[in-house]
C-alpha cells in the first residue's frame, strides 16, 4: 500500500511533537503534505513557531507550515500555558526554526490541496481544536468528499474531562467547530481521553527515549519529562500521556488501537458541559454512528513503536 497522504492540523505542544516526529519518521507508512497550525495550546503565533521547530529537529526543514485561525469560531480562545509552558514547548532547549511559514492562510491551504485531489484521498489529523478544519468545511462544503478520513484527538467518555468535568480541552476550546467536524458525514476515528490516558510515559519509557542519544532522542525525553510533572500532580499516574502520538500511530498500525463505532454529539449550548463529547457507547439511542470512538489501547505496542521509529531521526 503506498503512504496514506495526510494533512496534520496542530497547536504545539510537546505531545503534538512527538506526534508530529512520529509521522515525519515513518515515510513508508505516512506522506506528510504539511502543518496546518491552530491556536490552541498556546496562542497561534507559538504553535506556528513550535511547529517549525519540530520540523527542523525532525531534519525535515522542507515541509510546508501554515498558520490558520488565531481563535475559535464563537467563543474566546483558551490556552493550556498551565500544562505545556509558557512557550508551548517547555523542556528541551531548542534553537529558533530558521525556516519560512508559508505564506498562504492554512485554512486556504487546506480547501485548494483537497480540491486538487481525487475524492476519498486525504486523511486529515487534527491534533488541537477543530477551528481550521471546520472553517475549512464551511468556506467550500465541496472539499468534504475529498477526504478520507479524519483521525483526531479529542474527547473523553469514561476518563471525564482534563479541562473542565466533562470537557477534553481540544473540543472545548471550540465545541462549535468540533460539531461541524463531527456531523461532516466523513469517517472519523477518535483518541479519546480513555485512550490516551493509557499512553504514559512512565519512567522506563522515557529512558528509552533518552538512550537513543540523537537530539529527537533527547528533546522527546526532555519534553515528557517536562509535560509529565502537571498530569503526575492531578491524577497522581506514572508519566505524561502522550495524547496526540495516538493518532499518528494509528496510521501506522491501527491493531493497537480497540473501540466501538458509535455515536458522537458535541455539547454546545450548556455552559456547565460546554465541549462534551457526549458518546452513545453502550447504544442506548437510535442515533446513527458517526465515529470510531476508541477505548484501548496496547501501550508497550506503541512505545516500542515510538521509540523504534524515533531511532531513525
Ligand atoms: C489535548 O490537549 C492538548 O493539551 C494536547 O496537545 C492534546 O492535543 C489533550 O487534551
Ligand atoms: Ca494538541
Not at 484521498?121 to 481544536?129: A, D, E, R, S, Y
Not at 472545548?172 to 481521553?193: C, E, H, N, R
Not at 454529539?265 to 447504544?283: F, K, P, Y
Request: charged share 20%; aromatic share 6%.
Amino acid at each position: 500500500m503506498p503512504p496514506r497522504k495526510i494533512i496534520i492540523d496542530t497547536d504545539p505542544g510537546q505531545d503534538d511533537a512527538v506526534a508530529i516526529l512520529l509521522a515525519l519518521a515513518s515515510p513508508e507508512d505516512i506522506d506528510v503534505l504539511a502543518l496546518t497550525c491552530v491556536a490552541g495550546n498556546v496562542p497561534l503565533d507559538l504553535t506556528s513557531k513550535n511547529a517549525r521547530i519540530v520540523c527542523e529537529l525532525a531534519g525535515r526543514p522542507d515541509l510546508p507550515v501554515y498558520a490558520g485561525c488565531d481563535c475559535p469560531l464563537g467563543r474566546p480562545l483558551v490556552t493550556a500555558e498551565h500544562v505545556h509552558g509558557k512557550t508551548g514547548l517547555d523542556g528541551p532547549d531548542l534553537p529558533d526554526p530558521t525556516m519560512e511559514l508559508c505564506k498562504e492562510h492554512a485554512v486556504d491551504y487546506i480547501i485548494d490541496t483537497l480540491r486538487a485531489a481525487p475524492a476519498k484521498t486525504i486523511t486529515l489529523c487534527p491534533l488541537g481544536p477543530l477551528t481550521n478544519i471546520a472553517t475549512a468545511f464551511q468556506r467550500a462544503p465541496d472539499i468534504v468528499e475529498k477526504v478520507q478520513e479524519i483521525v483526531l484527538m479529542g474527547g473523553g467518555y469514561f476518563e471525564g474531562g482534563n479541562i473542565t468535568p466533562t470537557a477534553e480541552f481540544n473540543i472545548y476550546v471550540d465545541p462549535q467547530a468540533a460539531d461541524i467536524v463531527f456531523k461532516s458525514g466523513i469517517p472519523i476515528v477518535v483518541m479519546p481521553l480513555d485512550v490516551t490516558h493509557k499512553a504514559l510515559v512512565t519512567k522506563p519509557r522515557n529512558d528509552a527515549f533518552r538512550a537513543l542519544a540523537t537530539p529527537a532522542g533527547i528533546a522527546v525525553a526532555q519534553m515528557t519529562d517536562f509535560f509529565e510533572r502537571f498530569d503526575k500532580e492531578k491524577y497522581g499516574s506514572a508519566g505524561a500521556p502522550l495524547h496526540d502520538p495516538c493518532v499518528t500511530a494509528y496510521l501506522i498500525n491501527p491493531d493497537l488501537f480497540t473501540g466501538r463505532h458509535i455515536n458522537v454529539e458535541i455539547e454546545t449550548q450548556s455552559e456547565l458541559t460546554m465541549g462534551m463529547t457526549v458518546a452513545d457507547w453502550w447504544r442506548v439511542t437510535d442515533r446513527a454512528p458517526n465515529a470510531t470512538f476508541m477505548g484501548d489501547i496496547d501501550a508497550d505496542g506503541f512505545f516500542a513503536l515510538l521509540t523504534d521509529r524515533l531511532a531513525r531521526l
